[in-house]
């Protein structure tokens, strides 16, 4: 199983961004996605996550620091993961990483964790 992130870019503060997270096209199914990013010289740090309730419905969790500004969706059927970035600030500056966790193949297989490779975005003032 493997992730990959795109959408990841240079704007001006103010200015929106989305990113995508997609599986690869093994995966039967994801039980909870999250996106992350990391800063230069900094740990990284959970932006939001996104949990499968089951049907159409997810569960949702944000950093106190991009409520209010990002929303993470996911299309279940797809499996792919959006990250909708609105207001961006300077600080918002980071790789961001796209997280996977139980995650099931069309073989059957069972996946723990997955990480993707992390995209740049980076906010100017």
């Known amino acids: 199983v493997q992730l990959v992130e795109s959408g990841g870019g240079l704007v001006q503060a103010g200015n929106s961004l989305r990113l995508s997270c997609a599986a690869s096209a093994n995966t039967a199914s994801i039980e909870h996605m999250g996106w992350y990013r990391q800063a230069p010289g900094k740990q990284r740090e959970l932006v939001a996550t996104i949990t499968n309730g089951g049907g159409s419905t997810n569960f949702v969790d944000y950093a106190d620091s991009v409520k209010g500004r990002f929303t993470i969706s996911r299309d279940n059927a797809k499996n792919t993961m959006y990250l909708q970035m609105n207001s961006l600030k300077p600080e918002d500056t980071a790789v961001y990483y796209c997280?996977?966790?139980?995650?099931?193949?069309?073989?059957?297989?069972?996946?723990?964790?997955?990480w993707g490779q992390g995209t740049l975005v980076t906010v100017s003032s």
């Open positions: 997280n996977a966790r139980d995650i099931m193949t069309m073989q059957g297989y069972r996946y723990r964790e997955v």
